[in-house]
């Protein structure tokens, strides 16, 4: 049972060393340099307020139709009336 608190211990300690570096390496001024320096390698374009949409002009697929392969038909006319229901 030692062992097994001692390992989640060190996972602990590792996660947090973890999300450390990661909150170091996105640093917005780091990653605003890295964009800039690789601009034009990248292919990248300006975030421009064009570029933008509204909910109403994205084009979601119709859901498909349900399909029945052999249909039953269900009548009440000709269903046997149970006399003694108990």
């Known amino acids: 049972m030692r062992n097994l608190h001692a390992e989640i211990g060190a ?8 999300r450390a570096e990661w ?5 917005p001024d780091r990653l605003r340099d890295l ?6 390698r990248l292919g990248l374009l300006p975030i421009l307020p064009e570029a933008f ?3 109403d002009q994205v ?6 139709l349900l399909q029945i392969g ?17």
């Open 11 to 18: 996972a602990h300690s590792r996660i947090g060393v973890l």
């Open 23 to 27: 909150a170091y390496l996105n640093r």
């Open 35 to 40: 964009a800039d320096l690789n601009f034009d």
């Open 53 to 55: 949409g509204t909910i």
């Open 59 to 64: 084009a979601y697929p119709l859901p498909d």
């Open 70 to 86: 052999n249909p039953i038909e269900v009548s009440s006319d000709n269903a046997p009336v149970d006399e003694d229901p108990l």
